[in-house]
């Protein structure tokens, strides 16, 4: 069974930074996903990647397929940024996702 | 396109009452999940349905927990009797196909507090 952790599960950062999420997995997976929860519960999906990197907008998610990590960056951080990331990894030759704890992250102003 | 949809988006019962949740993924998609999300920790998988067929259900308290697909639509989700640790938000979410990596849309979430 796969293993994902998420670090931190706390940041609060002021608006303008840059800001890194850490997401480690144990074994080998098809597929890792990048969601955003905001408060109310509804999840939107982020990314979806196997390999290299991807860019939406300020974000970006890269993944280390032989270190089995990713990361997800947001670059010039605003107070709606403020929510909790949520990695999830699908292993390989599975659909289910496995998720980690998520990460809430809060842009004071 | 139409999202994810779910109702309640809130719903407050006393331990050992009834409840019913509903979802109507979005058009097409022929897969539907359910998922069990408690405070502080990642969504828990509680069932899986491919069209109106279950997919994997090995997670889902079968004493208390029941979920049906009919038609291959919406799908609803009763928990009878409810205990306190129910208290958790429910998510629907559908994707296209079943497949390795497939991208599941996730709805609002119904949050449940049983008291």
């Known amino acids: 069974k796969n293993e994902v952790e998420q670090s931190p599960q706390n940041l609060t950062a002021q608006e303008g930074e840059f800001i890194t999420i850490n997401c480690s997995y144990s074994?080998?997976?098809?597929?890792l996903h990048w969601l955003q929860q905001h408060p109310g519960g509804g999840i939107v999906s982020l990314f979806m990647l196997s390999s290299g990197k991807k860019k939406h907008g300020r974000l970006i998610a890269t993944i280390n397929i032989q270190e089995k990590h990713s990361s997800l960056h947001i670059t010039a951080s605003h107070p709606r940024d403020s929510a909790v990331y949520i990695c999830?990894?699908?292993?390989?030759?599975?659909?289910?996702?496995?998720f980690g704890k998520g990460t809430k992250l809060s842009v004071i102003p | 396109e139409a999202g994810v949809a779910q109702s309640p988006r809130y719903k407050i019962i006393e331990k050992r009452q009834s409840v019913a949740f509903w979802c109507n993924p979005i058009?097409?998609?022929?897969?539907l999940y359910w998922y069990q999300q408690i405070l502080g920790q990642g969504p828990k998988l509680l069932i899986q349905f491919q069209n109106n067929g279950v997919v994997d259900d090995s997670q889902l308290p079968k004493d208390r927990f029941s979920a049906e697909r009919l038609k291959g639509v919406d799908s609803t989700l009763k928990i009878q009797p409810a205990k306190l640790e129910d208290s958790a938000v429910y998510l629907c979410?559908?994707?296209?196909?079943?497949?390795?990596?497939?991208?599941?849309?996730f709805g609002p979430g119904t949050r449940l507090t049983v008291l």
């Open positions: 074994v080998g997976i098809s597929a």
């Open positions: 999830a990894v699908n292993g390989a030759g599975s659909y289910q996702l496995t």
């Open positions: 979410a559908s994707s296209l196909v079943v497949g390795e990596g497939d991208e599941q849309f």
């Open positions: 058009s097409g998609h022929a897969t």
